[in-house]
């Protein structure tokens, strides 16, 4: 007998999928924590346990909503050939700065900044100590950027006014200098110090309370808009570019000794960003068009929100002052509700669809997708669910990945309210090819005719006495929410159902379950909770051990 031929071959649709939640550790790569803010990016070592259990080495790994690039930076750094795409050029600009391998060490970008400070460091002391008076003065033999408008809802009217004119001055005069720095390759991170510096030396810098001055953010990163601080902080301008800098050597310090390792000990799939990283700046709907279909072995991503955040509105402030120009195009293709274009919800679902249609063109046959997401509109979980069922891909994995994050200070206020943590759906394309809207559904048929169930009726099926959700101690909003989605998903109502936060809240506290706004749970019984995965071909959610007995910092 040939025992060889009865082997099974082993394909991708082998991989186990990863049932449970990963602990985040969000501070713990100095690549990633500390160089530059931005927008809801995510914990590199959930990205790259992603990246490595759905890829190989060598393979091609795609992020269409890449943000800052963590995505390609871990796959990059994992021996992978990353493809990065956003339509923020901004975003882009931090990931090619971060994932740059091509100087030897950071030796060059000490040198660098040593000729900075030789350069400027006198002028910025004297900006720091010069009277208002002479402040006019001073901006007038400084090269500025025009002074453009800011999006309508914004405390500040025109570009200027979101900074003092020491501030302006401070960092124009480090700008001029940068730009002035011969070593390319040096130039960019010295200019992603620069960019993370205006971050903080500009009015919409609210310090964080009870903590050194320095300490904080923008309000552009926590609640979204253009808000000016009441008082303003005016933080050293040399002292706050060198600290920004110093974050900037620590991440390259990084990536550097990764790389040295990697490619010492894993010489065949050589880390280089020249050869193995490409950032394209294009809607993520058409990115088949210029990468080919079926030419992508793996896609992790994560699409804006909804309304949230509008991107390119609240980029502005680096984007005009850098000089990337955002046209009218690329601004009509942004995934978003509202913001300055006032995007319609359709909008908003037509190109979360589009896109991740596209991800399904441009995915290899047996590859997976990982799609992270949340928002109470259950409409949005059924435009990513159905669109990926059309195109043929099985949703294999659906994990809730609280979030350990310091939460903003619109989200402590009404913390029962909040979903401070994300589902990462994962799918399978199959080999075999499948026409749309074929894909195995984790669903009976029959209950295909049961379209209408209300939340009250989901939330009993979620909270059962034969689900492995009731009796635990806690269970966070964000948990029992994304049950009651997979749940609707697989009854086959997911389109049909409208859930308020009010209403999931009220339903929660008519079956006897509490809030604890100290750890952010719904607790009813002392069972443990389990996790809900989809186990491959059965139809069915099967059960993993639990992970969510695990301590949350109370905030
Ligand atoms: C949730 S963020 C991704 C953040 C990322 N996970 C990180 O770790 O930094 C979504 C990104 O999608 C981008 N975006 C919005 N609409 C887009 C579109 N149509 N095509 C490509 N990117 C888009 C935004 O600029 C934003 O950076």
């Not at 990945?401 to 909040?418: A, G, L, T, Y």
Request: glycine share 6%; aromatic share 10%; net charge positive.
């Amino acid at each position: 007998m040939n025992l060889l031929a009865n082997r099974k071959a082993f394909t991708r649709a082998d991989i186990e999928p990863i049932a449970a939640a990963i602990p985040a550790e969000r501070q713990a790569s100095a690549r990633h924590y500390g160089v530059h803010p931005y927008f809801t990016r995510r914990p590199a070592n959930v990205v790259r346990a992603y990246i490595e259990r759905y890829s190989r080495m060598g393979d091609i790994v795609l992020d269409s909503f890449g943000g800052t690039g963590v995505t390609a930076i871990e796959a990059l750094l994992s021996g992978r050939k990353a493809v990065h795409n956003d339509l923020n050029p901004f975003a882009n600009f931090i990931t090619e700065n971060i994932a740059d391998t091509s100087l030897p060490s950071t030796t060059p970008l000490k040198q660098a900044f040593a000729r900075i400070e030789e350069a400027c460091a006198p002028k910025i002391k004297t900006i720091e100590s010069a009277a208002e008076a002479e402040m006019g003065k001073l901006l007038k033999q400084l090269p500025l950027p025009e002074n453009i408008r800011l999006p309508s809802n914004s405390d500040a009217e025109h570009f200027f006014d979101l900074f003092t004119p020491r501030q302006l001055a401070g960092l124009a005069a480090l700008k001029q200098a940068i730009d002035g720095e011969r070593d390319d390759h040096a130039r960019g991170p010295l200019l992603l110090a620069w960019s993370a510096s205006v971050a903080k030396l500009n009015k919409t810098f609210l310090s964080a309370e009870g903590r050194a001055e320095s300490r904080g953010g923008s309000s552009i990163f926590s609640i979204y808009r253009y808000k000016l601080a009441k008082s303003v902080v005016e933080l050293p301008i040399w002292e706050t570019f060198k600290g920004r800098f110093l974050n900037v050597l620590s991440a390259k310090d990084e990536v550097f000794h990764l790389r040295d390792h990697f490619n010492r000990t894993q010489p065949q799939f050589p880390i280089d960003s020249a050869k193995n990283l490409t950032v394209l700046a294009q809607d993520a709907a058409t990115l088949s068009a210029t990468l080919g279909p079926q030419s992508v072995d793996y896609i992790y991503t994560d699409p804006p929100y909804g309304a949230h955040i509008a991107y390119l509105d609240l980029s502005i402030l680096w984007n005009h002052w850098l000089g990337f120009a955002v046209s009218d195009a690329t601004r009509q293709a942004e995934a978003i509700v509202g913001g300055e274009c006032n995007f319609s919800e359709d909008h908003y679902k037509r190109k979360l669809a589009d896109s991740i249609r596209d991800c399904l063109v441009l995915l290899k046959p047996d590859r997976w997708l990982s799609i992270v997401f949340q928002h109470w509109d259950t409409s949005y979980f059924a435009t990513i669910l159905e669109t990926a069922s059309e195109h043929g891909a099985d949703l294999r994995a659906a994990v809730t990945q609280e979030r350990d994050v310091i939460w903003s200070m619109h989200k402590k206020k009404n913390s029962e309210n909040v979903l401070s943590g994300e589902m990462i759906l994962t799918f399978y394309k199959p080999a075999a090819h499948r026409r749309p809207g074929t894909a195995k559904k984790p669903v009976a048929q029959a209950s295909r005719l049961r379209m209408k169930k209300t939340l009250p009726e989901i939330l009993d099926s979620v909270l059962s006495p034969q689900s492995s959700v009731l009796h635990a101690p806690g269970l966070t909003g964000e948990f029992i929410f994304n049950q009651v989605i997979l749940e609707a998903w697989r009854e086959n109502c997911l389109s049909a159902l409208f859930v308020t936060r009010e209403a999931f809240a009220h339903e929660l506290r008519a079956r006897g379950w509490k809030y604890q706004p100290k750890t952010n749970q719904w607790s009813k019984g002392a069972a443990l909770p389990e996790l809900l995965v989809l186990h491959e071909g059965s139809g069915t959610y099967g059960v993993t051990p639990p992970t969510q007995g695990r301590k949350r910092k109370a905030r």
